[in-house]
C-alpha cells in the first residue's frame, strides 16, 4: 500500500486522494474535539486518548513497518515538542470556554498561519481567489470571535483568556501541520512516520492525566474515561493520519484549509451531542469559514 500511495503523489488521483482524505480529517477533527471537550475534565480525555493511540501503535511501529532511517529520529522529536505544547495549550483553552466557542477560532487562525507556514517552507502560492476563499474563511472566524465576546453569557470572565489560548493554539495547528508535512515526506515509508508518531505522541499526557486523576477530590470513574480513549484512540488514527497523508500526497495549504469544514460538524456536535446553545447567527459564521475553505479549494 506504501508503494501505491507514494505512486500517486503530484498526480491527478493524488490531488483528488487527498483532498477526500482532508474531508475525512475535517469531520473526524470535530469529532476528536468533542470527545476531548465532552463530560470528562479535558486533561484527563487527552491522557486516555493518547494512551490508547500509543498502545494501538506500538505493535505496528516495531514489528510491522520499516525501522524509521537515522535521519528521522531527530524529526520525530521536534514533532513530539511540537504536539505536546500545542496539547497544553487546547486543554487549557477548552477547560476556559464552550466547544462551539474553542473550536472556530483554533481552526480557523491555525489554517491560516498554515497556509503561510507551506509558502515559506513548501513555496506553495495561493491564486487570488484562494485568497478571496481565506478573507471569507477569517471573516467567519473573527466575526464568531467577536459575537462571543458581546454575547455569550457564560464563563464570561474567562471568554478572552480562552480566545487568547485558541489563537495560540491555532499557530501550533499550524505548527504542526507544515511540520508533520515534512517529516512524513522525509520518511521513505509513509506507514512509518504515522506509527511512530503515534506511539512517541502518546507518551506523557497519560503520566500527566493519571497525576491530575489521583489529585481530584471526587475522581470519575475510571471505565468510561477509558472507554472514551479507546474511541478517541481510533479516531485519532484516520483523522491525524488521513490529514498527514494528505500532506505528503498534494500542497499542505490546500488540505489545511479544507481541513477547516469541520467546523460546521463542530457546531452540529456541540449543539445536538455536548447540548451547547450555538443559534443561527453562530451557524451562519461557522458556515462562513467552511465556505471559505470550499472557496480556497476551488480557487485552485
Known amino acids: 500500500m506504501s508503494a501505491w500511495l507514494i505512486s500517486l503523489e503530484g498526480t491527478e488521483a493524488g490531488h483528488t486522494l487527498a483532498l477526500a482524505l482532508a474531508v475525512l480529517a475535517a469531520f473526524l477533527h470535530a469529532v476528536f474535539g468533542a470527545l476531548q471537550k465532552g463530560r470528562h475534565d479535558p486533561w484527563l480525555s487527552r491522557g486516555a486518548i493518547d494512551g490508547s493511540y500509543a498502545l494501538m501503535a506500538a505493535p505496528f511501529a516495531f514489528f510491522v513497518v520499516p525501522w524509521p532511517a537515522p535521519h528521522m529520529w531527530p524529526i520525530f522529536a521536534g514533532a513530539f515538542v511540537i504536539h505536546l505544547v500545542y496539547k497544553f495549550l487546547q486543554a487549557m483553552a477548552y477547560s476556559r ?4 466557542v474553542v473550536y472556530p477560532v483554533v481552526r480557523g487562525t491555525g489554517s491560516l498561519f498554515a497556509v503561510i507556514g507551506a509558502y515559506l517552507i513548501f513555496g506553495e502560492r495561493f491564486t487570488a481567489t484562494q485568497w478571496l476563499g481565506m478573507a471569507v474563511l477569517l471573516a467567519g472566524i473573527f466575526g464568531l470571535a467577536i459575537y462571543n465576546l458581546i454575547y455569550l453569557t457564560a464563563a464570561r ?3 478572552p483568556a480562552a480566545l487568547g489560548l485558541a489563537v495560540a493554539t491555532g499557530l501550533f495547528v499550524a505548527l504542526y501541520t507544515t511540520y508533520d508535512a515534512y517529516g512524513i515526506r522525509a520518511a521513505a515509508d509513509p506507514f512509518t512516520f ?3 508518531f503515534f506511539f512517541i505522541d502518546g507518551l506523557v499526557f497519560p503520566v500527566l492525566a493519571t497525576l491530575r486523576w489521583r ?3 471526587a475522581p470519575p470513574s475510571v ?3 477509558l472507554a472514551r480513549g479507546v474511541i478517541g484512540g481510533v479516531v485519532a488514527f484516520f483523522s491525524f493520519g488521513s490529514i498527514m497523508l494528505a500532506t505528503r500526497l498534494d500542497k499542505v ?4 484549509v479544507l481541513r477547516e469544514t469541520s467546523t460546521v460538524s463542530a457546531a452540529l456536535i456541540g449543539w445536538l451531542v455536548l447540548r451547547e446553545t450555538v443559534g443561527p447567527r453562530r451557524i451562519a459564521l461557522m458556515a462562513l469559514i467552511a465556505l471559505g475553505a470550499v472557496i480556497v479549494e476551488f480557487g485552485g
Open 97 to 100: 470556554s464552550a466547544y462551539t
Open 157 to 159: 470572565d474567562t471568554l
Open 194 to 196: 504515522l506509527a511512530w
Open 215 to 217: 489529585a481530584m477530590a
Open 223 to 225: 471505565g468510561p474515561l
Open 253 to 256: 495549504g490546500e488540505a489545511a
